[in-house]
Each structure stands twice: as C-alpha cells, then as structure tokens.
C-alpha cells in the first residue's frame, strides 16, 4: 500500500546533513532564498504543512502564524531557544515544539567567552587602529583594557551554555558568581561558581555574562536599575536574547558610563539598521548573532533539528521535544 509522506516546510537550505534526513522521510519544501522567507508567504506555505523546520531567529510561530497552519503536527526549531513559538498555544493544538539543546553548548559558551575577551582587551579598536594607519608606534596608554584574570564574572541564568561559560571563566582565573531560579549544587561542584542573589551577582562582578532563556518572567531582566548596580568598570555581555536587555537602558548606560562597556551577540530589534543609536556607542561592540556559528556546530543541529521533525511526524519520541504532554494519549 502506498502510504502518504508527511509533507514539511524547512524555512533555509540548512546545512547538511538536516535536508537529505527530511527529505528521506518527507514531501519537502525548502525556501532557497537569501534573506527570510516574507511573512505574508510563510503564512500562506503553513496553510498546507505537516510540519516545518526553522530558525528560531527568523521565523515566528506565534498564535496567527499557527492558526494559518491547520494541519501542523511539529514545530522543530534549528536552535535551543524556542521563544519565537508560543508553546502553550502549540500545545493546546497537540503540536510537538522541538529544538537543538546540548550541541552547541560549549561553541555558544566559546562565543560569550570570545567577546568577552574581546570587550575587555579592546581588540575590536585595536584591530581598527592598525587597519586606519593610526598606530605610531607603541605607548603605555594605548588601548589598555580591562584584566580578565582574577576578576569576578557574574552569570545570570546557569543553564547548560552558563555551565559552560563558568567552566571557561575557571581556566581564566576568574571568580565565577551565578543568579538561578534555585542553587545548583551540582553544577557548583563542577565549576566553582557560587550562587548569589542578583542584586549582589550585579553589585560584585567586573563582566556580568546574560546566558538565561527569553521569558516573560526575563524579559527586561536587565534594566535601568540593574545598571545602576554594576560597577562603573563593568562590562556586560549578552549571548542569550537581546530583549533580556532593556535597549533605551543599555543605551543610557553606555553612554553616560554607568558601566564601561558591553559586547553583545544578540540585540533588540534583530537585525540592526545601520542607523540605530546603538552604533554610535564606541565602548559598543556588536556580532550578528554567530554564537552557534561553526561548520561543525551547524550541522549537528541541523541534523538534530531533522531527526526531531521526523521522529515527530513518524510517531516516534523526538529526540528533544519542549512539550512532551503532546505525546500523551
Ligand atoms: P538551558 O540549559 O535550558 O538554560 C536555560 C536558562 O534559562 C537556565 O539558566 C534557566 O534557569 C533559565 N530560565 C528558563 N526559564 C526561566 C524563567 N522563567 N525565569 C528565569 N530563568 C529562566 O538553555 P541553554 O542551552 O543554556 O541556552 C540558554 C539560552 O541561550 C537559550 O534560551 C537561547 O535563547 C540562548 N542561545 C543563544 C545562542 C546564540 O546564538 N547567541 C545560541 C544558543 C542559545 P535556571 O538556571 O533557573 O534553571
């Protein structure tokens, strides 16, 4: 007997291997363009779908784009993050909501540590310096940064990438404080990191690393207030999702040197226009949200992300499912 193949909308080329897995097991659809698909065009691909794999930095699955999808069995996000879906709509319509935990954990964690680095050393401005035919040789006040060894990291939200950061800040010499929902005593034993309220985590740390899930309950963790707390030489790095961050208080920080610097991956709006306040900021430096960037990172969440989507649409247990009460009977 012939049976049907689940029919799926994958919203990038993704790297291999995603897109030959899918396509072993579904009718597929892949949006070859360089630049996201439009949303009036996803909307009208979902009316018609089984499932879709997309980016969770691209593609929003909220209410009106579910409603357009009466079909739709599986949500499988090529990233850990899933707050681009409105997972509890997606539930109470039994669709499975998957994404790509653990494989790009310690890359993310590289990445947080790389702009770190790169905020406290000024390499950014050094590098600029060179490149514009400035350097005249060298003097004991050029581009002296902040010391990195010895100094205290606050992270905000121990999850698997902020485990991973503080492993990292343990090699550096760093004292490593974190703020949690609850203390993980495991985790201290790991890294050494000492659990703290946020208040003391902003008021003690020299570099304050965001690594915590975008929530309602997170959403302007980070504001005025906060950096009120932090000290003067303080740099804050943000690898997790920008509107974590209050932009107008970011701003205002930066620009009035209530802190001294800030090194982010992620920003609020995504992407950033060449014209925004932001960029006029020099002790600013930004990246275009790369933290997973790496050919070997991207494709095992590409692989992972597919091996969800057709678990999911197979009526197998995926892999990793943000949901699992769908499965039940
Ligand atoms: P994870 O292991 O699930 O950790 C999630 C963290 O968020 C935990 O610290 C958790 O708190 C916290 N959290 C979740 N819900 C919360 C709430 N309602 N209130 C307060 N804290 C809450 O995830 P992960 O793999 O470390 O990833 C963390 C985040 O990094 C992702 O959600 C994603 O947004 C971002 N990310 C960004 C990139 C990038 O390219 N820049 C790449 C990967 C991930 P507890 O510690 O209290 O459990």
């Known amino acids: 007997m012939h049976v049907k193949k689940p029919k799926v909308f994958l919203s990038w080329r993704f790297p291999d291997p995603g897109p030959q897995l899918v396509m072993e097991h579904c009718e597929t659809q892949v949006w070859e363009g360089q630049a996201p698909i439009e949303r009036t065009q996803f909307l009208s691909v979902l009316a018609d779908v089984d499932g879709v794999l997309v980016s969770n930095a691209t593609e929003q ?3 009106e784009a579910i409603d357009a999808a009466p079909r739709l069995r599986c949500i499988s996000n090529f990233g850990v993050g899933y707050d681009n879906v409105d997972v509890p709509y997606a539930t109470s319509r039994r669709i499975a909501v998957c994404n790509t935990p653990g494989v790009l954990t310690e890359t993310t964690a590289d990445h947080a540590f790389a702009l770190l680095l790169a905020a406290a050393r000024r390499i950014p401005e050094g590098i600029i310096h060179v490149k514009e035919d400035r350097w005249r040789g060298w003097n004991p006040w050029l581009l ?7 100094a205290t990291l606050g992270i905000v939200g121990l999850g698997a990438i902020g485990t991973a950061v503080a492993r990292r800040a343990r090699g550096f ?13 495991h985790e201290e ?10 208040q003391f985590l902003l008021q003690s740390s020299d570099f ?11 959403r302007g ?8 707390l932090m000290k003067p030489a303080a740099i804050l790095v943000n690898v997790a999702r920008g509107p974590i961050v209050d932009r107008s208080a970011l701003y205002d920080a930066l620009h009035d040197g ?3 610097g800030a090194a982010l991956d992620v920003t609020d709006p995504e992407p ?4 925004d306040l932001l960029l006029t900021l020099p002790n600013l430096l930004i990246v275009p949200h790369t933290g997973s960037a790496t050919d070997r990172t991207r494709s095992r969440m590409s692989e992972l992300a597919a091996r969800n989507l057709t678990a999911a649409l197979c009526g197998e247990r995926p892999l990793h499912i943000v949901n699992p009460e769908v499965l039940q009977n």
């Open 61 to 63: 699955l909220d209410r």
């Open 144 to 150: 002296v940064g902040r010391e990195v060894n010895g």
């Open 173 to 185: 010499g760093m004292s490593v404080l974190y703020w949690s929902r609850a203390p993980k005593p």
């Open 189 to 198: 034993s790991e890294t050494g990191a000492v659990y703290s309220s946020l």
């Open 208 to 218: 304050v690393c965001i690594t915590v899930a975008l929530t309602p309950e997170t």
């Open 221 to 228: 963790l980070i504001g005025a207030r906060e950096f009120a």
């Open 258 to 260: 209530t802190i001294s």
């Open 272 to 275: 950033l226009r060449g014209t």
